[in-house]
């Protein structure tokens, strides 16, 4: 499988990463192992997780995704032939988004721990803090890759006010650059990214890792009405795409996944890894049939007629 470079880092990965957000949420540690398994087995490497995974769930706190990771590694003796991703900045009890020097230096660690490595492959800002300077952060960014827990930098969810400015802090004082970044971006949801932040993506040669790459679960094709969204977890989010757009970018995946004998969430996922600025769409999976349909996506060389259908039906 041909691996593609992770903006300017020496971080070369296949073009689809695992997303970790449902390992100890929807699926336990058992299931997450097999998902895992499944992934790299398939030949790909790229995993993305966050501290903050799965806080949201009953009983849970933070750095379960990271926990079962970690224990996953260990148990296989792979760390070195795996990628990992993390964030931090989310809200981990703190009561606010924290990028500051204090805060950063004891996340790091305790992500570390959760994780039984020495190192992180990808170290992303999760969420912006606009009480730190952008400085503070990459500074912070800087002695971590100094001291080797931290290979490479990115950032998720940034405006292109803030992430132009971070990229110029870099520049100007010699701070490590985000070499990734990581927006939300599907069929559905184009406008957020196309408009302004791809083609700063693409000026600074930042490898886009994008989230939601399957709308929640929408873009499967599974929810088609209101008594379809108790399938999941997450079927209460699907609501919103069900309008006349949403039936509309349905018709075309069904359209184009019959003609390749294939699974809409391929096509959906094909559709992004064509994309010129999109580097490994992150999808996560809770079955191996997910996971199977996740995979098959990057065999999966769509033409420029199936582009251009999917293209026009998702227009905004």
């Known amino acids: 499988m041909i691996k593609r470079q992770l903006g300017n880092s020496d971080l070369y990965v296949a073009p689809l ?3 970790g957000n449902v390992f100890g949420w929807t699926i336990d540690e058992a299931k997450s192992f097999e998902i895992l398994d499944g992934f790299v087995s398939a030949g790909f490497n790229f995993i993305d997780t966050a ?14 995704s990271e926990t079962i990771i970690g224990k996953w590694m260990k148990e296989k003796g792979n760390r070195e032939h795996v990628i990992i991703a993390t964030k931090v900045g989310a809200d981990m009890g703190q009561g606010r988004k924290d990028l500051s020097k204090n805060y950063i230096v004891k996340a790091v ?5 959760r994780l039984q490595t020495d190192y992180i492959d990808l170290y992303q800002t999760h969420w912006d803090d606009l009480l730190t300077p952008v400085e503070e952060t990459l500074e912070t960014y800087s002695e971590l890759i100094k001291e080797g827990k931290v290979r490479w930098i990115g950032a998720s969810n940034l405006s292109v006010a803030r992430l132009s400015e971070s990229l110029e802090a870099s520049k100007e004082n010699s701070f490590p650059a985000y070499q990734t970044f990581q927006p939300e971006y599907n069929l559905y949801a184009r406008e957020g990214f196309e408009k302004e932040m791809e083609v700063v993506c693409l000026e600074n040669n930042l490898g886009v890792i994008n989230y939601y790459s399957l709308a929640s679960g929408f873009l499967t094709g599974k929810y088609r009405s209101e008594a379809d969204l108790g399938q999941s977890a997450r079927g209460g989010g699907i609501k919103d795409f069900l309008n006349e757009r949403g039936f509309k970018i349905l018709k075309a995946l069904d359209e184009i996944s019959t003609r390749y004998e294939t699974d ?7 559709w992004l890894i064509a994309r010129k600025s999109v580097t490994a769409p992150i999808a996560s999976a809770t079955n191996l049939k997910q996971l199977e349909a996740l995979t098959n996506a990057a065999d999966l060389n769509l033409d420029a007629s199936a582009i251009e259908i999917l293209n026009k039906a998702s227009s905004y």
């Open 17 to 19: 990463t695992l997303g």
């Open 51 to 64: 501290d903050v995974y799965s806080s949201w769930a009953p009983g849970n706190t933070g750095g379960e």
């Open 109 to 113: 660690e305790d992500s570390l721990k």
């Open 264 to 270: 809409q969430s391929s096509v959906a996922i094909a």
